[in-house]
């Protein structure tokens, strides 16, 4: 029973970690494609 539950929450963990590994990529992705293909009014708006 402990081994099992501990199986789990390992299985958990590496998950998680899969998931960031696909998130922190994705976003870095998507603000490089709106960095590149904003207007330059929403640049006026943000004021950069």
Known sequence: MIQ???RQAIFEK???ER???V???ATL???L???L???PY???ILGM
């Open 42 to 44: 929403i640049w006026t």
């Open 29 to 31: 992705f998507a603000g």
């Open 4 to 6: 099992g539950t501990n």
């Open 14 to 16: 590496d998950r998680a």
């Open 23 to 25: 998130a922190v990529p």
């Open 33 to 35: 494609v709106f960095a």
């Open 37 to 39: 293909t904003a207007p």
């Open 19 to 21: 998931n960031l590994q």
